[in-house]
C-alpha cells in the first residue's frame, strides 16, 4: 500500500520540462530483474529502494543495501535513493559509505511535498536527505574519531542488545579480540572505568550508534 501510495503521488505530479512513471518490485530478485532489464535498454533515472526487503522462500536474507550496491554497479547513469524506517546513525551511515546514494528519506518524514522535492532535487542537483537523516550524517561528520568498521559494529550490536559473547557470530574477531576492542573504546571515548551501558550512551551522544 505504501509502493502505490508513492507510485500515485509521483505520477499525478507535475514536474517541469519530465513526467514521472513508477514501476514496483515487491522483492530483491524481482528488483534486481528489472534492474538489470531496464539498464539494457532504457536505465531508470531515479531508483527508490527501501532497506528491508522480502526475501524469497528458503532464501539468504539480502537488503535494500545489497541490492543498492548490484543497482550502482549494473546501472551507474541511476540516481539511487533509500526510502527507510531506520533513522538511526549507523545504518545511514553504513549505506552513504557503501552506495553512496544520492538520497536517503526517512518513512517517517515522506510526504507529498517531500517525495515532490526529492525528483527535483535528485534529478539537477543531488543529494536530497530528509531532516532525521542530514541531522544523523551531520553528527557523524563532527566526530574527530576514526573508527575502523569492527568497532561501529561492536557499538552496532552493543547497543541492540547482543551479549558479547554473541558478538562473535557478527564480527570476523575471536571473544578475546572483541573484549580488547571494548576496552579501547571506552578509554577513546573517556568511560574506561565503567560498564557497556556508558560506552553505549557515550558512543550515541557522539553519533556512531
Known sequence: MTTLG??????DSEFEGFKV???TAKSFEAAKQK?????KSIPYSIILLDIQLSQATGGEPQTGEELGIFARQASPSSKLVFMSSFSDNYRINSILNSVDPEGYMVKTEIDQMSLQAMVRTVMTNPPYYTQKA?????????NDFNLDDNDKKILYHLSIGTKTKDIVHHVSLS????????RHLKALFGVEKQNDQALIAESRNRGFI
Not at 542530514?134 to 563532527?142: E, F, H
Not at 571473544?175 to 571494548?182: F, T, V, Y
Open 134 to 142: 542530514l541531522m544523523a550524517i551531520r553528527k557523524k561528520m563532527a
Open 35 to 39: 534492474i538489470a532489464a531496464s539498464a
Open 175 to 182: 571473544l578475546a579480540s572483541i573484549e580488547l576492542k571494548k
Open 21 to 23: 512513471k513508477v514501476e
Open 6 to 11: 508513492y507510485k500515485f503521488i509521483l505520477e
